[in-house]
């Protein structure tokens, strides 16, 4: 698992025994209170979970090129040895044609993979959809016109801290594995994993391998998909992290449509936490929900009503503490209805309705650029309301943005990032992805870069 993060914790514990007379001992009265199991549910669960191997080849770069003497004296070697690299993960399936639900971190990049199920059979598979935001993808099995079968979704909004469940994945590759323990917390909002942090924490034992494989609850229904762990070994220390099926619904809901993208609603406001000092200016008892600190015109956010510094407290009920509880409440209502959302408001609480509709995506004109420039291999597009959602950009920025980046390509050599604003190139004003294409052609020695990165303007010169 890539997704390995150190976590320091001081742990205070209070322990309160009980008086033994009140405790409730007995002898069991029959064999069969002896022999309590979850092998029922693992048997049931078990051929739905499978192991994901993905495989990308990488080309050996030596050090020395990038010495221009070594360049000036030996030359370019024309080709480079390659290498193949392999990750190992783990996978649902989640539709008896042969669709499978995993992690995006597993299969990123990757120009081969391969299922294989509990009963060690091997398929090819392609990537159907890969959604970065909530690091999931949806693979199928090629070719094959067998029923495999399949776990169903459990409701994630209904789970309980102290319910148990089972993970069951491929760690460290030995083979399928099952651990248990407890949901120890829900709605894990603090994490810094993907855009979307609303995530179910347990301890039951999740390592490296276990990424993309099922989180089940005692029903045998999947609760989530397994996705990282807090250690300081790299093994499992009791803290893991799945994404919520709920979530993962919509995923493989988009994915079964046909699309490439995930499709999900779309405010059009973007929303800050409440801070301490902002809850005593506002005269709240406690820093929760969600401040709105801007409205982009003509969105669903502003045709229902939502204002500047309104306070959201609640979605169609339920209560949110920040945006990121927010984000993920209003990402999983399905489109085509509304969301009711509580908002507080001079002193009152009102009730707003919210249309569930996708950012509009005109006028995009995605484009790869290949020219020799700093540019090559970045892919680029202009910033329509969609692609301001999709990097969580401000809803009114406007501008070329950086959309992807070509692995071993220039512009990801140079630094140029995900997400990054192009606003001008040798003092020329970049505003659509022609202009980016015309300048990347120009030849140049020495080239001059504007760029909005985090909300901060660089000024960037390569060359000479």
């Known amino acids: 698992m890539k997704l390995i993060r150190s976590l320091a914790l001081l742990l205070v514990s209070a322990v309160v025994a009980a008086p033994a007379l009140a405790q409730d001992r007995r002898v069991p009265s029959s064999a069969g209170e002896l022999r309590l199991s979850y092998a029922p549910i693992v048997q049931r669960v078990q051929p739905a979970v499978v192991n994901v191997y993905a495989a990308k080849v990488v080309q050996n770069r030596n050090p020395l090129l990038d010495d221009p003497i070594f360049r000036r004296f030996f030359g370019v070697p024309g080709q480079q040895p390659e290498q193949m690299?392999?990750?190992?993960?783990?996978?649902?399936?989640?539709?008896?044609?042969?669709l499978v639900v995993t992690n995006n971190h597993v299969i990123e990049g990757a120009d081969q993979v391969k299922i294989s199920l509990a009963d060690k059979r091997e398929f090819e598979a392609e990537i159907v959809l890969k959604d970065s935001r909530t690091d999931l993808a949806v693979?199928?099995?090629k070719d094959t016109k067998e029923k495999f079968t399949t776990l169903d979704?459990?409701?994630?909004?209904?789970?309980?801290v102290g319910d148990v469940v089972l993970a069951i994945g491929n760690p460290f590759g030995v083979g399928q594995t099952v651990t248990h323990g407890i949901i120890s917390a829900l709605a894990r909002t603090q994490v810094g994993i993907t855009d979307y942090q609303f995530f179910i924490q347990t301890d039951a034992a999740i390592n490296p391998g276990n990424s993309g494989g099922a989180l089940v609850d005692m029903t045998g229904k999947l609760a989530g998909i397994n996705t990282a762990i807090f250690s300081r070994s790299g093994g499992s220390q009791g803290i893991g992290f799945a994404i919520p099926a709920n979530m993962v619904r919509v995923v493989v809901a988009s994915a079964k449509s046909g699309g490439k993208a995930v499709k999900r609603p779309y405010l059009g406001a973007k929303l800050q936490a409440v801070t301490p000092e902002i809850a005593e200016t506002l005269g709240l008892k406690l820093p929760t929900g969600a401040l709105v600190a801007n409205v982009a015109p003509n969105s669903p956010a502003a045709r229902a009503g939502l204002k500047l510094s309104d306070l959201i407290v609640a979605i169609d009920g339920q209560v949110i503490d920040d945006p990121n509880a927010f984000d993920y409440r209003f990402a999983t209502r399905p489109l085509g209805g509304v969301a009711q959302i509580d908002v507080q408001r001079a002193g009152k609480t009102i009730k707003l309705n919210v249309p569930l509709e996708t950012a509009p995506d005109t006028n995009r004109d995605e484009i790869v650029l290949t020219a020799r420039s700093p540019f090559?291999?970045?892919k680029v597009a202009n910033i329509s309301p969609a692609v301001a959602d999709e990097l969580r950009?401000?809803?009114?920025?406007?501008?070329?943005?950086?959309?992807?980046?070509?692995?071993g390509g220039t512009a990801a050599g140079v630094g140029f990032q995900k997400g990054d604003i192009i606003l001008a190139?040798?003092?020329?004003?970049?505003?659509?992805?022609?202009?980016?294409?015309?300048?990347?052609?120009t030849a140049s020695r020495i080239w001059r870069i504007t760029v909005v990165r985090g909300g901060q303007q660089i000024n960037v010169t390569l060359g000479g």
Not at 153 to 160: C, M, Q, V
Not at 396 to 405: M, W
Not at 431 to 440: P, V
């Open 85 to 98: 690299q392999r990750s190992l993960g783990s996978g649902v399936m989640v539709d008896a044609s042969g």
């Open 139 to 141: 693979l199928r099995i």
């Open 153 to 160: 979704f459990a409701n994630s909004d209904e789970l309980l």
């Open 376 to 378: 090559q291999g970045a």
């Open 393 to 407: 950009l401000d809803a009114s920025t406007e501008g070329v943005v950086v959309v992807d980046l070509e692995d």
């Open 425 to 441: 190139v040798n003092n020329q004003k970049i505003a659509r992805t022609s202009d980016l294409e015309k300048a990347s052609k």
